[in-house]
């Protein structure tokens, strides 16, 4: 009987109260590569919706249904299938509560655009080879049964009926007109004629909305077929390409010394993945076993550089005893033991030494480490340079041996290996005194095999070491140390190396960038090398914590050189508890506002890096942290706090000292989230959680940051209090905002206008004056500037708003008295906005934002993504065309899936 009920309930087939089945106002359909699809919250995967799908959807809108079994038999006989093959659908919808029973409701009306009917009337040259693609993602809008496509403005492009629906899905990958059209008219029931179709997409292309040439590429016509960004989904073909060469010519060169000695030596083989780059860590390991006693081991083993691992030279590398050298980070470990793990059954005998920082260090993790992975037979404490070259020492008299005898590594430091009566710990090693010791993997030529290849990063130290010992972080594992440099002269051999090697992005592993006056020597170094050969587009660097000293400097010569490079103060938290928990000391408060303000007088960009889940920390403090980087307009990055394997944090007194638990056990490979501790509940974590999502896409994307501050200085109310306090306001009545209620579940996982800009600020307007209180002229003037200043497909450049008041002279006042007062006072020393009188805003596009950041992941800050347009009401920002070709496939996953030509299912079933 609970079986029927269920049944019933999720296809909407059972009773209803008396009240008809409704669409959510939350409810969301995106047209994105693999066709039309319902959005799911939480970065969930979408519903992708069939054709038949997109009758039922009509049909479900176009009227309220108490039963929606007619719907069901309506939309599968106009597709042309069985009423079953729609189950998944309705019970998608019905579990998900985006049809539910309720009062009827509908979108307000807008108005069409007055170039719609006579881009329609013109029509599309259907016989034209251009491929063609949507701009995705693409938000569309259900009303009275019909698809809604609106332009910036709020007007009306199109409203399409599910035939013409479906000729989105064919051209959510690269084709011409004509097999977009062959592609959806053959489906049962969704034949559409060349007239139509050519309406469609006239108004799509009168829209902005249509995309010529493979969507990967940017749309310039005197691009280059063979330069970094056409090449761009082509880097993992090439790197397997230019890797199998490597390993035939490895091979041919040991048979050779093979052949004129008579020696067989066994070989010591890295485990790496192209995961960003060349693999620093393990490169450091072999450049320094290599040169250990002039050469000595070099002579003894075959050290092999095959630092893109293939499963497919798997039985090549075991049909002999070796050696396997494991890096082990949070991002690489799973597949690392998954490959110790078929190593050691194919061949017993070798031994596999797993070292890096996600490997454990603590007595009991490591014990049960060796417990759960028995083919791991040796681990490595910090540094592992000296070490590994120590335990290759130690193996070289039985390797090669049946079952090898570990016990000949008692006497190396700074290990643990595995014995017939359970592990062995050894003493921990000192750190390398003198870093020079370690020879440059780059100029030594172990990384020659990534010479020139297109979208390349490369790794390099110019220190080592950290002085901090903060619980959340392993950079300092054991540490609290001294910082320990490299000789300048070798840096400024290893960016040389970069420059002449076509590296497009070199990211330096120190700890803290800009601590001594020498780094802005390296910076100017940097960008001589970037003037004279181009390269690198980007310098990834983690500046120092607790010094602003030569930041502003760094910065400045890096953007000047034309260097991707983004200020980022890792402040971590602001509250002094949290602080006092964490084992932290910060920047000082006065030398941190003092360095906002030039960095933000001398537009250059600056970054505050914030953790959420810290041990001391509550909801409040969170907020007020966000609330602090608004009265210092600096961005926020902001991490969830990860309890890492070798971190302080993860010493079992201080677990248990501050009842730190994590969503999921800490396994390898895996991140596994604080969710609660001492100061702080799971709900509380949830609630931080939803905050931190809203504080970036509305503060840090700028979707509300000028409203915010209107707000605020109208009604009094904190912005950080405002993001806060959104969601739940508006699902208080979510039919009467329903633009606002689906970018609130929705915004920051489709990172596009949900409809339209102008649309969601209509209920904006209307929600805050419920609200707060705060309508009239002044409202209307930055509402007017916050549409103007976000990015959308379609828009055209330059564009000149008026304004009933000078927004940018308000703006600018507010930039003033923060800069000259404390930030929370300037509400008291700036007129209201509306004693300002009227003006205009221009905003321009010159990095094409509106082409290349709609739908990027919303994570994408880390690397310098935003959606900033050039106008006076814009902050500093990194322009697209410097971001590294290796950000297109994380930053753009729809562009790099629709680059890889794989064709979009178009069937009448249901995924």
């Known amino acids: 009987m609970e079986a029927d009920q269920h049944a019933a309930d999720t296809t909407g087939t059972g009773p209803q109260d008396g009240q008809p089945l409704v669409f959510s106002p939350a409810m969301l359909l995106v047209a994105r590569e693999g066709g039309i699809q319902i959005q799911r919250p939480l970065m969930a995967k979408p519903f992708v919706v069939d054709f038949p799908g997109l009758h039922l959807l009509s049909l479900l809108d176009a009227e309220p249904v108490e039963d ?5 038999a309506e939309a599968a006989r106009r597709a042309e299938v069985a009423a079953e093959d729609l189950r998944d659908l309705m019970f998608a919808l019905r579990f998900s509560k985006d049809l539910a029973p309720g009062t009827p409701w509908q979108h307000p009306e807008a108005p069409e655009h007055p170039d719609a009917a006579g881009a329609a009337a013109a029509g599309f040259d259907l016989t034209s080879d251009d491929l063609l693609t949507i701009r995705m993602p693409l938000t569309l809008r259900l009303r009275r049964g019909a698809f809604e496509v609106l332009g910036h403005d709020g007007s009306l492009w199109m409203s399409l009926d599910p035939v013409e629906a479906n000729l989105l899905t064919a051209l959510s990958v690269p084709r011409s007109a004509a097999d977009a059209i062959a592609a959806a008219s053959a489906i049962p029931g969704g034949r559409i004629e060349p007239e139509r179709a050519a309406s469609v997409l006239a108004v799509l292309d009168r829209a902005g909305l249509l995309r010529r040439g493979p969507a990967i590429v940017p749309d310039d016509p005197d691009l280059d077929p063979g330069a970094d960004e056409a090449l761009a989904h082509d880097h993992d073909a090439l790197v397997r390409e230019r890797f199998e060469q490597h390993f035939q010519e490895q091979n041919a060169r040991e048979e050779r010394r093979r052949a004129e000695t008579g020696e067989v030596r066994p070989r010591v083989v890295p485990v ?231 590296i497009t992005s070199i990211t330096v592993a120190d700890a803290n960038f800009g601590m001594f006056a020498r780094d802005v020597e390296i910076a100017e170094e940097l960008a001589r090398v970037r003037a004279d050969t181009g390269y690198p587009r980007t310098f990834g660097v983690s500046y120092a914590k607790n010094t602003v000293k030569h930041l502003q400097h760094i910065i400045g010569v890096l953007t000047d050189a034309d260097v991707m490079s983004q200020g980022v103060l890792s402040l971590q938290s602001m509250d002094a508890e949290t602080l006092q928990v964490i084992h932290r000391s910060n920047i000082k408060t006065e030398r941190y506002d003092a360095l906002a303000d030039r960095m933000r007088e001398a537009r250059l960009p600056l970054m505050v890096e914030l953790m959420m889940g810290l041990p001391g920390q509550t909801v409040d403090s969170f907020c007020e942290d966000l609330q602090q980087c608004i009265e210092r307009e600096v961005p926020a990055r902001i991490n969830r706090t990860t309890l890492l394997v070798n971190s302080p944090m993860n010493d079992p007194e201080y677990l248990a000292e501050n009842q730190i638990r994590t969503h999921e056990p800490l396994v390898p490979g895996r991140n596994a989230l604080v969710i609660s501790t001492s100061s702080f509940d799971e709900a509380d974590w949830r609630e931080m959680e939803r905050l931190r999502i809203e504080f970036g896409y509305f503060e840090n994307y700028g979707v509300l940051r000028l409203v915010s501050r209107y707000v605020r200085h109208r009604a009094g109310i904190g912005e950080a209090q405002l993001y806060r306090d959104l969601a739940a306001g508006v699902n208080a009545d979510p039919t009467r905002w329903p633009a606002l209620a689906a970018t609130v579940a929705h915004g920051s996982e489709v990172m596009a206008p949900i409809y339209s800009w102008r649309v969601l600020f209509d209920d904006i307007a209307d929600y805050l004056t419920a609200t707060y209180d705060v309508g009239g002229s002044g409202l209307d003037a930055v509402l007017a500037a916050q549409v103007a200043i976000l990015p959308a497909s379609g828009r055209s450049f330059p564009e000149t708003v008026d304004l009933p008041h000078d927004v940018v002279g308000w703006y600018q006042a507010m930039l003033a008295a923060k800069s000259v007062h404390t930030g929370e006072h300037w509400t008291e020393l700036v007129p209201q906005l509306e004693e300002f009188p009227a003006a205009t805003l221009t905003v321009d596009d010159p990095g094409r934002v509106s082409e290349l950041y709609i739908g990027l992941n919303r994570e994408s800050t880390a690397v310098g993504a935003s959606w900033e347009l050039d106008s006076p009401l814009g902050r500093a920002y990194i322009a697209p065309d410097q971001l590294p070709d290796w950000v297109v496939g994380r930053v753009f996953p729809q562009r790099a899936a629709a680059a890889s030509g794989t064709p979009v299912e178009i069937s009448a079933k249901t995924s």
């Open 272 to 502: 790496a993945f192209d995961d960003l780059g060349a693999p620093a860590g393990i490169a450091m390991v072999i450049a320094y076993a290599t040169s250990v006693d002039d050469g000595r081991l070099d002579q003894e083993y075959e050290f092999r550089s095959d630092w893109v691992w293939s499963d497919d030279h798997l039985d090549h590398f075991t049909a002999e005893p070796a050696v396997y050298l494991f890096s082990n980070y949070l991002w690489s470990h799973e597949r690392c033991l998954e490959v110790s793990r078929r190593i050691k059954e194919r061949s017993p005998n070798s031994i596999t030494v797993h070292g890096g920082p996600d490997t454990p260090k603590y007595e009991d993790d490591t014990v049960a480490y060796f417990e759960t992975y028995p083919h791991i037979d040796v681990t490595v404490r910090g540094e592992g340079e000296a070490t590994a070259a120590a335990v290759l020492t130690a193996l070289r008299p039985v390797i090669g041996q049946d079952q090898p005898d570990l016990s000949v590594l008692a006497d190396v430091e700074g290990i643990t290996y595995r014995s017939a009566s359970g592990p062995v710990r050894t003493e921990d090693r000192d750190r390398i005194a003198e870093l020079d010791s370690i020879p440059s993997p780059l100029l030594s030529g172990l990384l020659d095999v990534y010479r020139e290849m297109p979208g390349m990063m490369v790794t390099i130290e110019t220190t080592r070491g950290c002085p901090y010992g903060c619980t959340f972080c392993d950079w300092g594992s054991a540490t609290t140390s001294r910082v320990r440099k490299y000789d300048i002269d070798r840096v400024y051999a290893e960016l040389a190396w970069c420059g002449s090697n076509s």
């Open 68 to 72: 929606p079994a007619g719907a069901i």
